[in-house]
C-alpha cells in the first residue's frame, strides 16, 4: 500500500547495521537489541506520548515536519475558528480544542508519515524542538525574574 511496506521484513541493526533475521531477538555480531519494528505502520506504544512542539506551535510544527495535509485542515479550521469568532468571541476557544488534539495525535501522525527504524531513531529527530522548547522558556523565566528582582532590589 504504502513505500514502507516495502522494507517491513528488513530489520537492521542500529548499532552495527547488520540485518536481523525475524528469528532473532538481538543482533549476532554485537548483541544490540532488535529495533522497534517500525517500516509497517504499526505505531509503537511508546509514540502514544504527548506531542508538545505540535501542541504550542500546531501549523508551524506540521509544516516543518513536512505534514502538509495535517498544516492544510489546520489552516482550513483556522478560517473556519476565524469566522466563528466573528459570531461569536466564545467560538475562538474551538482553537484551543485544535492544539490539544495536536498534542495527544502529533507523534502518532508523524510517525506515520515517514518511515523510521526505531522509536530512539524517531525521538532523536525531536531534539531541536526540545533544543527550542528549552530557550523559550529559559528566555520567558529571565524576562519575568528580571523585573520582580530588579523591582525588589530597587525598593530596599
Ligand atoms: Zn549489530
Known sequence: MMKS?????????????RKIYPEWA???SCGTPRP???ASFEVPAEIHRWNWPAFW?????ALARGL??????WLGLYVL??????VSPFLALAALVLHFVAGAKGYEWDWRQGHW?????????????????WVIVIAAGITVLVPIVWALWSTR
Not at 511496506?5 to 547495521?17: I, K, L, P, Q, R
Not at 475558528?81 to 466573528?86: E, G, N, S
Request: proline letters at 0%; one cysteine or more.
Open 81 to 86: 475558528i476565524w469566522v466563528a469568532w466573528l
Open 5 to 17: 511496506d516495502v522494507y517491513a521484513a528488513e530489520v537492521y541493526c542500529s548499532h552495527c547495521g
Open 68 to 73: 502538509y495535509t495535517v498544516m492544510g485542515i
Open 36 to 38: 522497534i519494528q517500525t
Open 57 to 61: 506551535f500546531g501549523w508551524i510544527w
Open 117 to 133: 527504524h526505531s522509536s530512539e531513531e524517531f525521538y532523536f529527530s525531536y531534539r531541536r524542538w526540545y533544543g527550542l522548547g
Open 26 to 28: 538481538r543482533c549476532e
